[in-house]
């Protein structure tokens, strides 16, 4: 007998088959996220990418030296001020798709956190760079989630722009790096950064107020912890926002006299926090 | 920035503008020596010697130079603008204050 229809078994295969494809989907994008699969890296792995990380570093440190150059050989402020540099030869621009490759080649490696956290900045500074800030993003996460150097990446994470990519990465190492450190220096960051708009301002202020709450003790910097440099970001909140008046300062000037910010009411003043260095 | 901020301090009457500086130098003399190099002809305090000075601190200054812009009520109106920006946002305010005292003259 000649049938035209489809098999039964082939169409309830096919009818299980579109039944599991959205939710195998999804599947596989929980897993992707949730249990990444780090890169596996011998030791003459790390040794070759050190060396290699080691030698553009050279590169690069002399780069900056010659494009620098000007700015260190002008005499006087004026001739500082009057210097452009071409942002064609910027060491930073022009070494970002080498970065970009080492980080490929040597995935798991200690050099390549390092070439991974320039890349950050890099990338952060055009919009056009916005898909290799993703990936550098991504692998940061797979293979550095648990990393303690992580805390070199992050602790000053809030000097990039506010891109939901960097945000996305602040967030997730605030939520699941197991150590305190690196976890304080992710939410330090996150809140500085969604502090500086308007629109998430009461967000980072939560964020820096738990960070004063929960990780106060841990080094930021230096000889400062989070809790001595959150006081000053809340104070900067609350008191220091376009639309606030001035807080008074009353102090010494350089030639010896008394003087006092609220005498200068009814000027517009320029404040300038200066130093001739 | 100091030709610039000289060249402000000269287009604009003293009785409508004034620049207030705050110095972070190490020394008091490190600090009277570059407002003489600098030709600087307005006021700065200064903050103790050194970037950590109590005024740099509750303002939590990071970075040099750091500005804010204050209107004539000492509201703060812009945060470190330079530059052309810094030029139009004084403008701004400049405006605003001649308004008032226009304002006030029909009174």
Redesign the interface.
């Known amino acids: 007998m000649k049938t035209s229809t489809t098999h039964p078994f082939l169409l309830l295969k096919l009818t299980i088959l579109l039944c599991l494809a959205p939710i195998h989907g999804s599947a596989s994008t929980v897993v992707m996220l949730d249990d990444p699969a780090p890169a596996v890296v011998t030791k003459a792995q790390e040794t070759a990418a050190r060396v290699a990380m080691d030698k553009m570093q050279k590169r690069m440190d002399e780069a900056w030296t010659e494009y620098l150059a000007p700015l260190r050989e002008a005499k006087t402020?004026?001739e500082r001020?009057a210097i452009e540099l071409d942002p064609e030869k910027d060491p930073g621009a022009m070494f970002l798709p080498e970065l970009f490759k080492f980080s490929s080649d040597h995935p798991g490696t200690t050099a390549c956190l390092e070439a991974l956290s320039q890349l950050i900045s890099m990338a952060s500074r055009d919009e056009k760079n916005g898909w290799i800030l993703e990936q550098v993003v991504d692998r940061i996460l797979v293979d550095y989630i648990e990393h303690p150097d992580l805390k070199d990446l992050v602790r000053f994470g809030h000097y990039n722009p506010p891109s939901a990519q960097n945000l996305l990465l602040l967030r997730a190492v605030a939520d699941r790096s197991p150590h305190r450190s690196v976890q304080g220096s992710a939410f330090y960051a996150l809140g500085k950064l969604l502090g500086s708009s308007e629109e998430t301002r009461a967000e980072g202020k939560q964020l820096l107020e738990r960070v004063q709450k929960e990780f106060a003790d841990v080094p930021f910097f230096r000889e400062t912890t989070y809790g001595e440099k959150v006081a000053?970001?809340l104070?900067?909140l609350d008191h220091?926002?376009?639309?606030?008046?001035?807080?008074e300062?009353i102090?010494?000037?350089?030639?010896g006299n008394l003087?006092q910010?609220?005498a200068?009411?009814?000027?517009?003043?320029?404040?300038?926090?200066?130093?001739?260095? | 920035?100091?030709?610039?901020?000289r060249s402000?301090v000269k287009k604009?009457p003293?009785?409508?503008?004034?620049?207030?500086?705050?110095?972070?130098?190490d020394t008091?003399e490190?600090?009277?020596?570059?407002?003489e190099?600098?030709k600087l002809t307005w006021?700065?305090?200064?903050?103790g010697g050194g970037?950590d000075g109590?005024?740099?601190?509750?303002?939590?200054?990071s970075g040099?130079?750091?500005?804010?812009?204050?209107?004539?009520?000492?509201?703060?109106?812009?945060?470190d603008v330079r530059g052309e920006t810094?030029d139009a946002a004084?403008e701004t305010?400049?405006d605003q204050?001649k308004a008032a005292r226009e304002a006030e003259a029909k009174l």
């Open positions: 402020a004026e001020d000053g970001d104070f900067e220091l926002q376009v639309g606030q008046v001035a807080p300062i102090g010494a000037s350089i030639d003087m910010l609220s200068f009411r009814g000027k517009v003043v320029l404040i300038d926090f200066w130093g001739d260095w | 920035m100091y030709p610039h901020e402000l604009h003293a009785d409508q503008f004034a620049i207030v500086g705050i110095n972070s130098e008091i490190a600090a009277r020596e570059a407002v190099k600098n006021k700065s305090f200064f903050d970037t109590p005024i740099a601190t509750r303002w939590n200054v040099w130079p750091t500005t804010y812009l204050l209107d004539e009520h000492g509201v703060i109106r812009y945060k810094l004084l305010l400049i204050w």
